[in-house]
């Protein structure tokens, strides 16, 4: 399995990006997906994760509201739309695969999951 992440860039405050994340070498169904961000000097942190199936989602607190998880199964890609970006969410942003029953939403715990790709980084100026 891996998964490359991709979309990052310097935005503005107040801009938006879509961040993607690709998979290859399995069934991109079989897996719930999680975004997880890290900042410079932080550790890093749970953003959004998605059930396997796309019908749950849970968020982060401080990006509840600003970005939205999905997945489309046909393309095998899973995506982060990140809107009114703050200076605040600087950082590298991962994705990951966690193994779950097919409607439970992704875990908040970076632990919990098997695969990750190599992130994409996100510089948001004020």
């Known amino acids: 399995v891996q998964l490359q992440a991709s979309g990052g860039g310097l935005v503005q405050a107040g801009g938006s990006l879509r961040l993607s994340c690709a998979f290859s070498?399995?069934?991109?169904?079989?897996?719930?997906m999680g975004w997880f961000r890290q900042a410079p000097g932080k550790e890093r942190e749970f953003v959004a994760a998605?059930?396997?199936?796309?019908?749950?989602?849970n968020y982060a607190d401080p990006v509840k509201g600003r970005f939205t998880i999905s997945r489309d199964h046909p393309k095998n890609t899973g995506y982060l739309q990140v809107t009114s970006l703050e200076p605040e969410d600087t950082a590298v942003y991962y994705c990951?695969?966690?193994?779950?029953?097919?409607?439970?939403?992704?875990?908040?715990?970076?632990?919990?999951?098997?695969?990750w790709g190599q992130g994409t980084l996100v510089t948001v100026s004020s």
């Open positions: 990951a695969l966690d193994r779950k029953s097919l409607t439970e939403v992704g875990g908040t715990d970076q632990n919990e999951y098997d695969y």
């Open positions: 070498g399995g069934t991109f169904s079989n897996y719930a």
């Open positions: 998605i059930s396997r199936n796309g019908m749950r989602t």
